[in-house]
């Protein structure tokens, strides 16, 4: 496996990360999960501009220019012979003697690797089971930051109670998944969180609400309150990997009849065609 490195491709035994990488230690750093469909990434720049945005957020300037960087993970992808699956891509603000405030000397590290998946088929037909949890998580959730232990603790509490993703509440709202934006459908119109400082602003989310307006879905931005979930007709969830998935029960409610309703079908329908177009035009 070639893992891209600083600006070349190296084998993965040979990767040396050093016990002083601050991204090792503090999480001090931005990442970015990129889809690859049939050896074409999907919505490449979109992800490179959030990542440079994420980057400023935290001060951090990326070692490369935007377009060198997508011309390494082209490399990436063509190296490792990648058709189906995802780059993984992340920026450490670099090795320095450890002390949290930053260091003066560092420079930043970008690695980035492919990892080969299959879409969720299943998934996305069947729908999936989600629990609801606190949202513990710190106020700047549009970084993409690479602290992700609020993001962990729910999950595995998904985990542990046999659902696919931890839907998160925050003063009594729904804000997003554990590592995925949530979407309900009640009277023909989508419901959202807005973009705001308490969600991530999901690249799969923004493609949706834009399908939305082409199928002329009436869209809300507000947040739905916990106790609203039992009375919406439909949910689907939202990210690079799951695309648009639709949970069909949250916790032991089921939402609307308890299959994946006929809104997010539409969506996702659209969606594919979108992904589609990418490896036959
Ligand atoms: N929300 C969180 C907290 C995430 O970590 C992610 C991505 O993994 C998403 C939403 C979905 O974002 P995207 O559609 O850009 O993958």
Redesign the pocket.
Known sequence: QMILYDDHLIDRSEVKIDIEDRAYQFGDGVYE?IRVYQAHPFCMDE?LA?LERSAREIYLQLPYEIEKIKSLLSQLIEKNNLQDGNIYIQISRGTAPRQHGFPKESRPLIIAYAQPNQRPLQDLKQGVRAITTQDIRWLR?DI?SLNLLG?VLAKQAAVENNAKEAILIRDGKVT??????IFFIKNGQLWTHPANHL??H????QVTLSLAEKLEIPVKQEAILESQIPEMDECFL????MEICPIVQVNDQPIGNGHPGPITRKLQLEFEKQITQLHTV
């Open positions: 999960v992800h959030r959730c993409k993001a997003e998944g554990s590592s995925t934006n969600i991530l999901g690249i799969t989310r939202t990210s690079t990997t």
